[in-house]
T-cell receptor, first 116, second 114 residues
Framework: AQKVTQAQTEISVVEKEDVTLDCVYETRDTTYYLFWYKQPPSGELVFLIRRNSFDEQNEISGRYSWNFQKSTSSFNFTITASQVVDSAVYFCALSEDPNTGNQFYFGTGTSLTVIP | DAGITQSPRHKVTETGTPVTLRCHQTENHRYMYWYRQDPGHGLRLIHYSYGVKDTDKGEVSDGYSVSRSKTEDFLLTLESATSSQTSVYFC?????????????FGPGTRLLVL
């Protein structure tokens, strides 16, 4: 079973529209971390945010915001007033058992295209 | 910038040829990882290391071996490359504070096995 599910494979929006990327995770651990990474067309993986399981506060960083809800095992990512530079593949990831530095589990990614 | 470099950045090889990819970090991180990225699969862990000479298998380790003789270098070897190993390979390091951990990635290596 997938530990991280990103059901949206591809999304297209027109510039300045808001867009939400969904991420649903599965874990039995009480301590875990959730992440979002961005992969622009140039190919590098850029870290965006980390959230630990004890902190359900939503976070806003400029046009980016994240909604963490343990009740639904979701960690959704919203881009407000999208721009062409937001076009990228976005990955959600889960890290369990942080004390051992064990592996991350990545979703399959959502490809976002922002049309000018 | 977590000081991670990968070499080579691009490689074309033939089936049956051994291939070694190198990941180098400059910040003395204990944990290092090798992933492969394929369409429809996201990133999948191949092997990881939690110290010099300490390595373990990930989800897709068959056909791959790793070595870590120095903290700064983590090598991924394809003993006999196959076309199914055509992929983009990413190295990552893990920064661990007391209560948090994040993985930062190298620039990737595009490998084509003909």
């Amino acid at each position: 079973a997938q530990k991280v599910t990103q059901a949206q494979t591809e999304i297209s929006v027109v510039e300045k529209e808001d867009v939400t990327l969904d991420c649903v995770y599965e874990t039995r651990d009480t301590t875990y971390y959730l992440f979002w990474y961005k992969q622009p067309p140039s190919g590098e993986l850029v870290f965006l945010i980390r959230r630990n399981s004890f902190d359900e506060q939503n976070e806003i960083s400029g046009r980016y915001s994240w909604n963490f809800q343990k009740s639904t095992s979701s960690f959704n990512f919203t881009i407000t007033a999208s721009q062409v530079v937001d076009s990228a593949v976005y990955f959600c990831a889960l890290s369990e058992d942080p004390n051992t530095g064990n592996q991350f589990y990545f979703g399959t990614g959502t490809s976002l295209t922002v049309i000018p | 910038d977590a000081g991670i470099t990968q070499s080579p950045r691009h490689k074309v090889t033939e089936t049956g040829t051994p291939v070694t990819l190198r990941c180098h970090q400059t910040e003395n991180h204990r944990y290092m990882y090798w992933y492969r990225q394929d369409p429809g699969h996201g990133l999948r862990l191949i092997h990881y290391s939690y110290g010099v000479k300490d390595t373990d298998k990930g989800e897709v380790s068959d056909g791959y071996s790793v070595s870590r003789s120095k903290t700064e270098d983590f090598l991924l070897t394809l003993e006999s490359a196959t076309s199914s190993q055509t992929s983009v390979y990413f190295c990552a390091i893990s920064t661990k504070g007391r209560t948090q951990e994040t993985q930062y990635f190298g620039p990737g290596t595009r490998l084509l096995v003909l």
